[in-house]
Nanobody, 123 residues
Framework: QVQLVESGGGLVQPGGSLRLSCVVS????????MGWYRQAPGKQRELVAV???????NYADSVKGRFTISRDNAKNTVYLQMNSLRPEDTAVYYC?????????????????WGQGTQVTVSS
């Protein structure tokens, strides 16, 4: 079982910054991709940013140049630095992780989600 604990959400004025963190714990062989999604009221959940275990990061067009995703593999933690926040960034932000776990003598991929943290951008 894998647990994801998010922190760092809150209320911020337009143009401000926030840093989200997500710590992954539990039983797994390794972590593949880590990322952040968000869901605004009345809208579908959408990708914000993802960072694989190797290779380049990927961002939604709406956050490119403003948000930066990073990970600390030693701490099993993924971060999302959000700058120049806009009211349209208001949403619940969900941490995502893909892990490899042993199942019936095979390594298999599993996707897990955090509980979500509210980010509100308002004056």
């Amino acid at each position: 079982q894998v647990q994801l604990v998010e922190s760092g959400g809150g209320l911020v004025q337009p143009g401000g910054s926030l840093r989200l963190s997500c710590v992954v714990s539990g039983s797994f062989f390794s972590i593949n991709a880590m990322g952040w999604y968000r869901q605004a009221p009345g809208k579908q959940r959408e990708l914000v940013a993802v960072i694989p275990s190797g290779g380049s990061t990927n961002y939604a067009d709406s956050v490119k140049g403003r948000f930066t995703i990073s990970r600390d593999n030693a701490k099993n933690t993924v971060y999302l630095q959000m700058n120049s926040l806009r009211p349209e960034d208001t949403a619940v932000y969900y941490c995502y992780v893909q892990t490899l776990r042993w199942m019936a003598a095979e390594l298999k991929e599993y996707d897990d989600w955090g509980q979500g943290t509210q980010v509100t951008v308002s004056s």
